[in-house]
Nanobody, 118 residues
Framework: QVQLVESGGGLVQPGGSLTLSCAAPGINFNLYAMGWHRQAPGKQRELVAGFSSGGKINYVDSVKGRFTISRDNAKNMMYLQMNSLKPEDTAVYYC????????????WGQGTQVTVSS
């Protein structure tokens, strides 16, 4: 069973910054496509930023130029640096890992709350 643990959420003022971390102990981390998703109240979960299995990075348009995703395969860690935060970035942020073997397996962390408010 793959366990994903997010940390780093919190309350921040508009224009501020936060860095989210996702730990994925005990797996062959570099084989997994990884990403950050978020879900705001009353809205569907959306992909914020992610690495494809081929290593390509994608961002949702609303965070381009403000958020940076990174991963450290040696430490089994993924990060999301969030700058210039806006109230509309308020959501629960989830770490996601996926791998295709005989079928596609997808795993989720428990989520971490990010609140952007003055």
């Amino acid at each position: 069973q793959v366990q994903l643990v997010e940390s780093g959420g919190g309350l921040v003022q508009p224009g501020g910054s936060l860095t989210l971390s996702c730990a994925a102990p005990g797996i062959n981390f570099n084989l997994y496509a990884m990403g950050w998703h978020r879900q705001a109240p009353g809205k569907q979960r959306e992909l914020v930023a992610g690495f494809s299995s081929g290593g390509k990075i994608n961002y949702v348009d609303s965070v381009k130029g403000r958020f940076t995703i990174s991963r450290d395969n040696a430490k089994n860690m993924m990060y999301l640096q969030m700058n210039s935060l806006k109230p509309e970035d308020t959501a629960v942020y989830y770490c996601n890992a996926a791998i295709t073997m005989s079928k596609r397996y997808t795993y989720w962390g428990q989520g971490t709350q990010v609140t952007v408010s003055s």
